[in-house]
Every structure is written in structure tokens, then in C-alpha cells.
């Protein structure tokens, strides 16, 4: 939605607003003074311009660093009476001052806010060019499968994006792929990931890094992951690369070696803030590889110089020889030439916070060399815990969407399972949780479905774009609330907004979704599929879209799903009967046929074994 500039520059008795930048007003607030000229005290707060839809405006404002109250009356009554001229009968605020925000007409939702790793705090995010927001998040290296915990990190961002583009913001996403540069163990010398892959595997590199991004697409496709605006490939960038470690070194941030160009960091005196660590602590986790000469153990490669003869299956010239670029110097070249030298939020898995992306500020906060941080906001993704270990591929026993599915588990479940915990939570995983959430998934799509009068399952795929699937935003959502006088719609509307504008609560949102969707009668069928647009929007969890036939796992075709449901529902009876040898005639019926029951406190969870033995 276009951000219509409906706050102008003001020229009031206790408040004045002037352009600062394109978009954003800056506040001057006039001190109170019983005598002599007035005083201003200025840049105390800024404005960002209303977003109109229908009778609703949306704009956001700071004026909690405004001393005076009749500054910030005045200032709210200009916008009120601004937004009404155009239409509009309420305006909805972002603000930081919600208890004097007091006006007529003014409504308050409250700031959007997220934790920065950068100061480990929650912070209101406040975009550089109003409206507007760069989004860079740390992509795959394309030599293996992504496991189900590397999927949790792309969940997160796009739940991230979901959220921004619900408050009207415009989001420019990018992920990257990593196609050559990742040395095994992140160290600095060794053999390329990518390269050893191909050499095992015995196929060209291209042929293995377009597979593994492919399967790294449709597992994303089928967890409703947005695709972002760009996928960069690092390695048609490594000319870039090249010039961007030519300019550090011209900067005096880079010393060569035999062995590459190297990053010194000791030039930066808030080397490893990001890390919230002491530098002496992260180099004892012994991460990093002695080469000799390097000045301090911190020193990354910018370049890596091949001084072996190992036969090299990527290798590009440059000036301090013929080699490869180092791998943090992708992330940095590639999201400055896609979003600008400066952007707004850079999202990763909490396993980059402590070096990768401690060296991507490093190396960019020295390469623009302007004195200002290169992002304002860092945001992690924690661990998917298996049996309480990190699930790492170099520890073998990978567990993949595929596998998953195999188990009879739709691939949205996966997604539910991970919005039941915050993203910056650890989760523990379990098959018998992922059944759970399948289970849970499937009763929450059917009572969902019968509220809007579809859902015999869609059979579209997912992410079809229409009907429930349709993005809204917060906004167009208020006034559709306020088109159809709902009182109880409008509630909702905001309590869910609450959630997410906090930190991204989406426990919170699905909490109410599951609660909301048991009493159909509370919102008439236009009213739900407006709700479900907005849970939808933020989620992605075709609610609405999905039927229960979306749920059943194949079967062979002389076995019939109804008739497998059927056997399920009266074993449930006879459970709760107690009659258990009527229970065990019926898991006996269904295992004769290769149907396997796991039992989980939503209910039971079925999947297709194979043909019985
Ligand atoms: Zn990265």
C-alpha cells in the first residue's frame, strides 16, 4: 500500500514539524516559558505519514521525548484533522506515548518491536527510509540437504516479513546462496564444502549446487516460505568481491599473506560487539585456524590464496593471486549490492552471531568507512534441538522435510510445530511432538474450514493466493472491521497485532486462532474469512485453504482413506469406552493393511507404513 503523505509540515503554537528526510518529520516542541521569545526544544520526536485504506489511517509517530502535553495534543489533533480531510474517520497510531495519546479519533496499536542481538535487547524498530525495509537473512550452503533445523531459521525470517508487511511496510528480502567460499569447519584454509561435495559425489559443481538449491526451494515452497525478492549466488559476485577486499586493504583494514589477504582486526576497536562476548573468550573456543603470519587469531581471510597444488575446481585470479574469496566477504558484497550500502535488518541461525556475523560488520563497517553501523537490527533464530543436541549435519543422522512427510506429517504441521515456540526459543524436537502438531493442525484446518464453508480439501496446492490465502494487511483489515461494524472482529483484529508487533509472539496468535475457532457462532462467515486473512497473512498456514483430505498421507489405491479414518474413529470410541480388545481389533484391521498409529495427547496421528508384513 502506497504511504500517502498526509502529515505535513505543521507550524503550530506548541509544535512544529518539518521535513528531515523524504518521509519523515522531525518535531520541534516549544518549551513553556512565561516570559520572553519562545524557545523550541528540537528533533524531540518525528512523524511518519499516514497510510490510508478506506476510513482508516495508519501512521507511526515518537513523541515520548516531548516535555510538554499540549504539544503532543496539538500535534495528534493536526493529524486527526489532516486524515479526516481525506476521508478517513479514525487513525490508528504506532507509538511510543501510548498514555497520551488521549485525542479524538486516535486509536493506539502498540509499537513494533523485536530483539536486536546487536545490545540483546528489544527494541521499536524504526526503519531508515520510512515505510520501507531491507531485509538481508544468511542463506544455505548448497552441498548437502537442508535439515528440518536449518528450515526453522527461513520460517523465522519469513515470519519476520509476514509481520513487517502486515504493519504496511514494505519489505525487500534477500537470501543468499552459498555456492562456493564455505571452507569445512570455518576455518580459513582447507577444502571448499561445495568442491568436496562434487569430488564425492563425482558430478560437476553446478551440478550439486543445483540440485541441493532445488530441493532447498520446494521444501521452502511447501512450508508456505515467501519467496524473497532475490536470490544472489555468491558465485557471480566474486568479481565484487574482489573489489570490495581492494578497498579495505586501500582503507588499511587488510594485510596479505602468502596465504590470502587477511582482515585485521584490530584496526576496529568494537570488533566482536555483536558476540556480547570478550574477544579473548571467542578465540579460546578455538574456531579459528593459526595461519602464520596472521596478526591475531581473529584475523579472517578476505581472500584465500591457493599455495598448494591441489587441483582447484573454482579458483578466480586476483591481486594477491589466484584463489577464492573468503566466506563471510559473500554476505557483505551481496546484500550492499542488492539493498544499499546500508539497510535494516540482518537475520541469520544463532550460530552466526558469535562469528560470521561479527566478521560481516567488521568487514563492512570498514569497507564504507563512514562512521555509522552498517545494520541497525540483528536478529537470530535458535536452535532445533534433537534429543537436546544441536542437529548438525557433521554429526551425521540429518533429518529432512522428506522424511517427515514420509512419516505422514504435512509439511504446514512442520510449520505449525515451529510458531508454537518463540523464535528465539530453543525447541526440542520428538516424532511424537511433530505428530502432535499434524494432529493439532488437521483438527484446528477442519473446524476452520466449516466457519468460511469450504474446505473438502483444496487440492490447489498451497499458497494459492486466493480466498482465505489472500495477504491483508493490519490496516485494511481494521477497516473492513469498521465496514462491517465489528466490535468483536476489531478485537481480535488487534489482539492478534499485539502478539505479533511484541517480538513476533506467534504462540500467542495461534493460541487465539485454536481458542477463536471453537465457538463459530461469535463472527458471521464474511467476518471469519476476514480473521483468517489476517492469522493467514502472519502464519502461513492456509487455514481455510487446507481441508482435512489435505491431511491424509498416501495410501496404496485398495486402501481407502475414509475406510482408514473410520477404523481410527471407532478404535477412539472404544478407547474412551475402555473395551480395550474392541480397540485392539480395530489397530489390528488398520495394521493389516500397513497403517501405523502413534498416539499423542491431540489425538491419534496415522501414517502408511508400507504393505504388512
Ligand atoms: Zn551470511
Not at 504506532?94 to 488521549?102: E, F, L, N, V
Request: glycine share 10%; charged share 20%.
Amino acid at each position: 500500500m502506497p504511504a500517502t503523505p498526509l502529515i505535513g509540515p505543521i507550524e503550530g503554537t506548541a509544535v512544529r514539524l518539518s521535513v528531515a528526510e523524504p518521509g519523515r518529520l522531525v518535531i520541534d516542541a516549544r518549551a513553556p516559558s512565561s516570559n520572553g521569545p519562545p524557545t523550541w526544544s528540537t528533533g524531540v520526536g518525528w512523524v511518519e505519514p499516514a497510510a490510508l485504506a478506506g476510513s482508516t489511517a495508519f501512521a507511526r509517530v515518537s513523541t515520548a521525548g516531548i516535555g510538554p502535553p499540549a504539544a503532543v495534543e496539538e500535534l495528534l489533533t493536526s493529524m486527526v484533522a489532516q486524515v479526516a480531510a481525506a476521508g478517513a474517520t479514525r487513525l490508528v497510531l504506532d507509538t511510543d506515548d501510548p498514555a497520551r495519546s488521549g485525542v479524538t479519533g486516535v486509536e493506539v496499536a502498540p509499537p513494533m518491536r523485536v530483539t536486536n542481538s546487536l545490545g540483546r535487547r528489544i527494541e521499536r524498530l524504526v526503519t531508515r527510509v520510512p515505510g520501507q525495509v531491507g531485509l538481508y537473512s544468511c542463506g544455505p550452503t548448497v552441498y548437502s540437504y537442508q535439515h528440518i533445523g536449518n528450515l526453522r531459521t527461513y520460517v523465522f525470517a519469513d515470519t519476520l516479513k509476514r509481520a513487517l508487511r502486515w504493519r504496511g511496510l514494505d519489505v525487500h528480502h534477500v537470501i543468499n546462496i552459498t555456492d562456493v567460499g564455505h571452507l569445512l569447519a570455518d576455518a580459513d584454509q582447507g577444502e571448499d564444502k561445495v568442491e568436496e561435495a562434487a569430488r564425492k559425489e563425482g558430478r560437476p559443481v553446478d551440478e550439486i549446487t543445483g540440485h541441493y538449491t532445488s530441493v532447498f526451494w520446494d521444501d521452502l515452497r511447501a512450508i508456505n516460505v515467501i519467496s524473497p525478492d532475490e536470490w544472489p549466488h555468491a558465485s557471480a559476485y566474486v568479481p565484487q568481491m574482489i573489489n570490495f577486499a581492494k578497498v579495505l586493504e586501500e582503507h588499511g583494514y587488510a594485510y596479505a599473506l602468502p596465504q590470502g589477504l587477511y582482515f585485521d582486526t584490530a584496526k576496529q576497536a568494537d570488533y566482536g560487539e555483536l558476540a556480547g562476548i570478550d574477544l579473548s573468550a571467542q578465540l579460546e573456543t578455538g574456531r579459528v585456524e593459526e595461519v602464520e603470519g596472521k596478526r591475531s587469531l581473529a584475523d579472517f581471510a578476505l581472500w584465500r590464496t591457493f599455495v598448494d597444488d591441489r587441483e582447484r575446481l573454482m579458483h578466480w585470479d586476483s591481486p594477491w593471486g589466484t584463489g577464492a574469496p573468503g566466506w563471510h566477504l559473500e554476505c557483505s558484497v551481496m546484500s550492499m549490492s542488492l539493498l544499499g550500502d546500508h539497510f535494516d535488518i540482518h537475520t541469520g541461525g544463532v550460530d552466526h552471531r558469535e562469528l560470521h556475523h561479527v566478521n560481516e560488520i567488521a568487514q563492512s563497517e570498514g569497507y564504507l568507512d563512514d562512521g555509522t553501523r552498517w545494520v541497525r537490527y540483528w536478529m537470530h533464530g535458535e536452535f532445533l534441538n534433537l534429543k537436546g543436541a544441536k542437529m548438525a549435519k557433521s554429526a551425521g543422522g540429518i533429518l529432512r522435510l522428506a522424511d517427515l512427510v514420509e512419516l505422514g506429517v504435512h509439511p504446514l504441521a512442520y510449520r505449525y510445530l515451529l510458531l508454537g515456540s518463540h523464535y528465539a526459543s530453543q525447541l526440542d524436537f520428538s516424532e511424537k511432538l511433530t505428530a502432535s502438531a499434524h494432529v493439532a493442525l488437521k483438527r484446528l484446518a477442519a473446524r476452520v474450514s466449516a466457519l468460511v464453508g469450504s474446505g473438502s480439501g483444496s487440492g490447489l496446492g498451497l499458497g494459492s493466493g486466493f480466498g482465505t490465502d489472500d495477504p491483508i494487511t493490519l490496516v485494511e483489515a481494521l477497516d473492513a472491521a469498521s465496514s462491517a461494524g465489528s466490535a468483536t472482529l476489531r478485537s481480535r483484529l488487534l489482539e492478534i497485532d499485539a502478539a505479533v508487533a511484541e517480538d513476533l509472539m506467534m504462540p500467542t496468535v495461534i493460541a487465539l486462532i485454536s481458542v477463536w475457532s471453537k465457538d463459530p457462532s461469535a463472527l458471521p462467515p464474511a467476518e471469519w474469512e476476514i480473521l483468517l486473512r489476517a492469522v493467514n497473512s502472519l502464519t502461513g498456514l492456509s487455514l481455510g485453504v487446507l481441508g482435512v483430505a489435505d491431511f491424509a498421507p498416501p495410501l496404496p489405491p485398495d486402501v481407502d482413506v475414509a475406510w482408514v479414518e473410520d477404523r481410527l474413529a471407532q478404535r477412539e470410541e472404544a478407547r474412551a469406552a475402555k473395551d480395550w480388545s474392541r480397540a485392539d481389533e480395530m489397530r489390528d484391521a488398520l495394521a493389516a493393511v500397513g497403517v501405523r498409529i502413534e498416539d499423542t495427547p491431540e489425538g491419534s496421528h496415522w501414517s502408511y507404513a508400507g504393505p504388512a508384513s
